[in-house]
């Protein structure tokens, strides 16, 4: 069984060759970073993951989470407490996180590939560990000083653990449905919650002292709809003066799911504010929740596409392993049954296969990475300039890093499964797990059409388009350097072309907004990502194999002369299949296909 | 929850207005039935599978199965031992049997139905059943008449079950490794079988009192590969002279598989002879086993596709129901959040998923049920010729019968899961079983690679393309008949562009194999099943929506004219969508990619 979860060379590849994020390093949030402490933190994280997150992959799944109803009193997998402990030793909690909170200060773009280097090792157990950041940041970006001191350290040091609790039961995806209330308190200067939240990950466990929930909930006279929701931090014990763990504060695990995977991660339904007790505070200004709770969303998305990436690349390696070692049947052309079987990965349709995940791995990590590094250019540069454009394409990335990530990952995982042959559907071999592992990732932090509305419902037309612009402004150049490249020639043509379809389909549907058909034009966005999803990742793959062109150019190990040749043809497999359905979708939306609006609900 | 297994009208509608499957009745082989009689078989078989079969879905499925390997005891659940006594009681087991030994003789066309109401109740139940009839064909088919005798009405009787043991665990897929020996004993008619088979659906249980194993194994002396491979009837137990169970006969149950799915079928490693005492019967003539096999694996890939189409029916009901009841957020051009929340099936992109799954049931159960209509005829025609046009595209057919319909079936499921969002991931509802059940399909009775090198390699250049270009005619008259209806008109222009792009492609492929080039000959037909399959299902949604016009035009009932108009839209869906697919497809093989050919399997 493999113990490989991902190609720490493609991770230093896509970190130093490709984005050069040590250029980071010169604005000064980042300056006490180097390469040597990027590469001491990429080593300590696969080395953590590989010996303590992976051992525990199957027995957390096997022993899930437990809940005493009666004591209110959660239970998690003592692999995971293992887990935790090490996590908190090693600072992962806060590695993104600001050194004045306890936090490492590191790059987004190398926190980006930590975790994905955890969650190719076990994704239920890192999301614990990702939570807290998450509330860690969210409080830090935007509640007031007080809170900030009382929350911010405990969280980024894994003291504390966090949530996000947006989701209730009646309302789904629909936020603007939401009916936890928050009253003002006649004796204080908290509020009182009441109401309920569900699917909530990390929601409850046992391996920290306490749970810190931000809360979307509603004030007295609150507008309607999405303006009227404010944002609370609601601790699961309240704290004493001295930061202390205080008195419980009437949070109730009311239950938890029983999930088709990511059976290791406690997914809660709570109850807040049963007794009349449980106390919150105003995180920012009212009614603003939302707009705060879309940092910790947008970070969750990525985080989400990371999620089922790394799992495929961890199936990824378990398939090539596997079709190493696995002898059976012959070559094609070899008629006489007598000779030895030799092994499958001999056999080119299990190359075929095997190249599907490659791509996906390493297409989506770049594109994750890439939305980190832009993210951290937002965060850290110097220039308001760079700081817009970056915060541009990030918004324009973010719905492809969650949808695109999701369905590709599974897509792959699906590969890999299929290269075990009968034993990809035995619960004796990892695989089976990571399929169900990854799921959820299509639906939860916002289901995949919610990411393909944001994508052309919000981030394409954005400040008149500016962020498209600059994305295909970027894949322009890539393209024309590509081109000059004899080898790299034909894969040019074909993102450029590929570039100009996206272009004439967005304007085409521009054109159906414009005469007030947005009905059309928000369904067709479905098709849209699908589309626009395989030109980013086949322009980042692209770079990739200029890249790996100019390093074989330069001269280079026989182990580099490997990975950069296998570079460049997972560059060529991965656009000479994809682009022709690209195509295909730009026609679809050419056509006005809407034969799904116009079907009558009676007709099925 | 869904109790709409499938939907019976659009059964009806396959086979009584698009297939006219009374026609059979005229076949002296089938003068016996009615119109009648094949409704009393429906609407039984609906009854029993609602009643009987879907209530022991789920407990099926979390009990499992268990063996006492000290005593050599297989133990299934006690809800399959209820659907066993049912199944046997309506003769179930022999609905497609010959009279003379104990069956209904009914049409398959009508057993392809029928089969497909019970798998899509629980296939892993259904498994059993279906077992014991492709056991006893087999017998019939090709053994003695004495071993027909002995074995072929109990099995389709359903007093003793039947398997089919092909793979080995060192060979999988790669029959002509075949190790199983079959040594012909000094004192008797029969071989003493020594080997071990494994993945052996229904390889063991305590349904029946003897199981009856086919099983591939080699003469001593025999040539290598598949041309050495004969087939033997290897009963759990010896038969007595008086038909009677007799003595053990040493088949050890060495385990079962802990699946992802279909939990609650038995799933064996079955060792044959581990004392020497396994005594089996040459079924036909040595070393011709395999060609003999072929029949029951023919009918075990029809039957993988209605596995998988089945149980993403019952997924679109239970995903079509649910979008009717889950209430949440308002119409894309709805600005007002006070407003109540609407049936997500209002919302466009929720008709999408369900139309996706909607095209993908009827498509594939059309195809489905064809085929099992062309195998009526090749089996029962008085015309000689029309028996052979009916054999090749009945081999034409099966390989996208098995790949196609376990993928398509498979993304069916994924968009029912969709539909349910969050709660689609958790086991309390029925879709992730379905999903998990679903996942061997692509894999088992040959892997889809291996069906597509079937289809492409052998089935397509058969007799000079002969079944290829009966069904291309009989397509092209539905494209002509569909073109001179206006509202038809623009899908008949697709489907007539789709068989043109499939017959140049199938001769640009044909030139590379004529140049001698078979590796990418055959690497392509995982691609050129992709293109082929769409096609055929493209086309049998064409002639449905040209039914269903016509219906139109003649009047019909309330009902029935919501059914027609959803099944034209359905067709329309369907080839809007598949059909530029179908094209990008062609030009990727068209361009000769062969990426994964000439990739290094050290560049991974």
């Given amino acids: 069984m493999s113990d490989t979860l991902v190609n720490m060379r493609d991770v230093r590849f896509v970190l130093y060759e490709m984005l050069d994020v040590e250029q980071l390093t010169k604005y000064e949030y980042f300056a006490d970073h180097s390469r040597e402490?990027?590469?001491?933190?990429?080593?300590?994280?696969?080395?953590?993951?590989?010996?303590?997150?992976?051992?525990?992959?199957?027995?957390?799944?096997?022993?899930?989470?437990?809940?005493?109803?009666?004591?209110?009193?959660?239970?998690?997998?003592?692999?995971?407490?293992?887990?935790?402990?090490?996590?908190?030793?090693?600072?992962?909690?806060?590695?993104?996180?600001?050194?004045?909170?306890?936090?490492?200060?590191?790059?987004?773009?190398?926190?980006?590939?930590?975790?994905?280097?955890?969650?190719?090792?076990?994704?239920?157990?890192?999301?614990?560990?990702?939570?807290?950041?998450?509330?860690?940041?969210?409080?830090?970006?935007?509640?007031?000083?007080?809170?900030?001191?009382?929350?911010?350290?405990?969280?980024?040091?894994?003291?504390?653990?966090?949530?996000?609790?947006?989701?209730?039961?009646?309302?789904?995806?629909?936020?603007?449905?939401?009916?936890?209330?928050?009253?003002?308190?006649?004796?204080?200067?908290?509020?009182?919650?009441?109401?309920?939240?569900?699917?909530?990950?990390?929601?409850?466990?046992?391996?920290?002292?306490?749970?810190?929930?931000?809360?979307?909930?509603?004030?007295?006279?609150?507008?309607?709809?999405?303006?009227?929701?404010?944002?609370?931090?609601?601790?699961?014990?309240?704290?004493?003066?001295?930061?202390?763990?205080?008195?419980?504060?009437?949070?109730?695990?009311?239950?938890?799911?029983?999930?088709?995977?990511?059976?290791?991660?406690?997914?809660?339904?709570?109850?807040?504010?049963?007794?009349?007790?449980?106390?919150?505070?105003l995180l920012g200004e009212a009614n603003k929740g939302l707009t705060y709770m879309f940092q910790l969303m947008n970070e969750a998305r990525i985080a989400t596409g990371s999620q089922a990436t790394s799992v495929a690349s961890n199936a990824f390696f378990h398939a090539l392993e596997y079709s190493k070692e696995r002898f059976q049947g012959r070559r094609i052309t070899e008629k006489d049954p007598t000779t030895p079987p030799i092994a499958i990965i001999k056999h080119a349709d299990i190359r075929r296969m095997l190249l599907i995940q490659k791509a996906t791995v390493e297409g989506v990590f770049a594109l994750l990475a890439y939305a980190a590094f832009v993210a951290d250019k937002e965060h850290a540069s110097p220039s308001a300039e760079e700081r817009e454009n970056a915060n541009l394409v990030l918004e324009l990335l973010t719905p492809v890093c969650k949808a695109y990530g999701s369905e590709a990952a599974y897509d792959a995982i699906i590969q890999a499964i299929q290269c075990y042959g009968g034993y990809g559907f035995s619960e004796d071999f990892p695989l089976a797990q990571m399929l169900r592992d990854c799921k959820v990732f299509p639906i939860y932090e916002g289901t995949n059409y919610m990411q393909a509305m944001d994508l052309l419902g919000r981030k394409v037309p954005m400040k008149g388009g500016k962020g498209f612009q600059a994305l295909v402004a970027a894949a322009t150049k890539t393209v024309k350097e590509a081109a000059s490249i004899e080898q790299l020639k034909p894969l040019a043509e074909k993102i450029g072309a590929a570039l100009k379809i996206v272009g004439e389909t967005t304007m085409h549907l521009a054109g159906i907004a414009g005469k007030g058909d947005i009905e059309l034009y928000m369904y067709s966005s479905a098709t849209y990502i699908k589309m626009f999803s395989p030109m980013v990742v086949g322009w980042l793959l692209l770079w990739q194999a200029v890249v790996a062109k100019k390093a074989l150019e330069k001269g280079a190990g026989e182990a580099d002369v490997k990975y950069y040749k296998g570079k460049i043809e997972t560059a060529r497999f991965y656009i000479n299949h994809e682009i022709p359905h690209l195509e295909a979708n730009a026609q679809i939306m050419k056509s006005n296909e809407r034969t799904a609006i116009d079907f009558d609900e009676e007709w099925f």
Avoid at 171 to 200: N, R
């Fill in 37 to 281: 402490t990027f590469d001491i933190a990429l080593d300590a994280a696969y080395k953590l993951a590989k010996e303590v997150f992976w051992p525990a992959y199957v027995p957390m799944d096997k022993q899930g989470v437990s809940l005493d109803t009666a004591n209110n009193k959660a239970t998690v997998a003592k692999e995971m407490h293992e887990i935790w402990a090490a996590a908190r030793e090693g600072n992962w909690q806060g590695i993104s996180g600001p050194a004045e909170y306890g936090g490492q200060q590191f790059p987004g773009t190398i926190s980006a590939a930590v975790h994905f280097i955890q969650n190719a090792a076990n994704t239920a157990a890192h999301m614990y560990i990702g939570s807290c950041a998450g509330a860690a940041r969210l409080i830090y970006s935007f509640a007031s000083e007080e809170l900030k001191q009382i929350y911010v350290e405990k969280l980024f040091t894994g003291q504390w653990g966090g949530t996000m609790c947006l989701t209730e039961p009646q309302a789904g995806s629909s936020l603007s449905d939401v009916k936890t209330t928050a009253v003002p308190a006649k004796d204080g200067d908290y509020y009182l919650i009441t109401g309920t939240k569900c699917f909530i990950s990390n929601g409850d466990h046992d391996l920290a002292e306490n749970i810190i929930h931000p809360v979307l909930a509603r004030l007295p006279g609150a507008p309607p709809g999405v303006k009227g929701i404010s944002l609370f931090v609601v601790p699961k014990y309240r704290v004493n003066d001295d930061g202390s763990v205080g008195e419980f504060n009437d949070v109730i695990t009311a239950g938890f799911e029983h999930k088709l995977g990511l059976k290791g991660n406690f997914t809660a339904t709570l109850s807040f504010g049963d007794e009349g007790k449980c106390r919150g505070w």
